[in-house]
């Protein structure tokens, strides 16, 4: 018996909103509302079901998208996408690039038309034509949104997924954490390294970025002081080296970094509790 088209193309449905949207609850509404409207369809009469479950779940990704942009101007501090946590290399291994943090966090600077192009053609090689008749724009015209997002996302830049090196520098920041030596933690920061904490509106975090070593270095030493409470295990966080914290069995953050030249540029914590509910869990997604 073959397979149900809408079940066969649902991992990728939730990939395409996960990367559009930022978290998985948004990419599950929009693989039920894309059901719903496959229903209503009928489908016996659509000659490329894939294309067509794609094209409908883009709009609505795009529908969201605008709706949202309104809900973060009023977000409590930086936004950041909910993470993909696996707890080995293993799994992250078969993660794609374009699911980890660093990634997603550069995506989300586009605009939603910007977007929606780029994770088409980039991502999931759909013909232009096709996005055209999906975004409303000519062949042409999303050539080029293609090309100027290419550009801003600075392929060379992108962070890749986490090696052995990767995790090691990791241990070694929780190492220097838990001593509480600044000057430790210093040294395995770049001169301009960054951290972004997303907190949600019900926990507390910086409510905007720290840049630079020794600020990121005292904060987070003052925040490894007061969390000495948790606990902290390695992890793969959207294919990047990080870890998980936790007490008394729930997460209560998640952290990732990535790294150049042996040091670390960049730090992620993601705190909110509503994009903590799946971590550990399988993606599922393309």
């Known amino acids: 018996m073959s397979q149900d088209p809408f079940e066969a193309a649902r991992p990728r449905i939730r990939g395409l ?43 609505l990704c795009l529908d969201r998208l605008r709706s949202a942009a309104r809900a973060r101007e009023t977000y409590p ?21 374009s ?5 997603l966090v550069l995506l989300d600077q586009l605009a939603p038309v910007e977007r929606a192009v780029f ?8 013909p232009y034509a096709e996005i055209a008749a999906t975004v409303g724009r000519s062949p042409g015209a999303c050539r080029q949104i293609a090309s100027r997002a290419r550009r801003r996302l600075q392929p060379d830049k992108r962070p890749s997924q986490a090696g052995a090196a990767d ?5 070694g920041l929780l190492r220097a954490l838990a001593s509480g030596d600044v000057n430790e933690v210093v040294a395995r920061l770049a001169p301009q390294v960054v951290c972004i904490t997303d907190g949600g ?27 000495r409470h948790l606990a902290t295990r390695p992890a793969v966080v959207g294919g990047s080296a990080g870890a998980i914290l936790s007490a008394g069995g729930t997460v209560e953050q998640v952290m990732a970094v ?27 997604i393309e």
């Open 119 to 126: 994770v088409l053609a980039e991502v999931f090689e759909v």
């Open 201 to 227: 509106p019900n926990r507390r975090a910086a409510r905007r970025p720290v840049a630079g070593s020794t600020k990121v270095a005292r904060l987070l030493t003052s925040v490894a002081r007061s969390h």
């Open 17 to 59: 909103a996960y990367r559009m949207l930022g978290t998985l609850a948004d990419a599950d509404d929009v693989a039920q509302d894309t059901w719903l409207r496959w229903q209503a369809s009928g489908g016996a009469h659509i000659a490329n079901a894939e294309a067509w479950l794609v094209t409908a779940a883009t709009r």
């Open 167 to 171: 995790r090691e520098i990791v241990s």
């Open 258 to 284: 990535t790294s150049e030249s042996g040091v670390i540029t960049s730090v992620y914590f993601v705190g909110n509790p509503d994009k903590l509910t799946s971590v550990g869990d399988p993606p599922l």
């Open 99 to 103: 699911l980890t943090l660093g990634f």
């Open 77 to 97: 501090g930086p936004w950041l996408p909910e993470p993909i946590v696996t707890e080995g290399p293993e799994d992250a291994a078969e993660l794609s690039d």
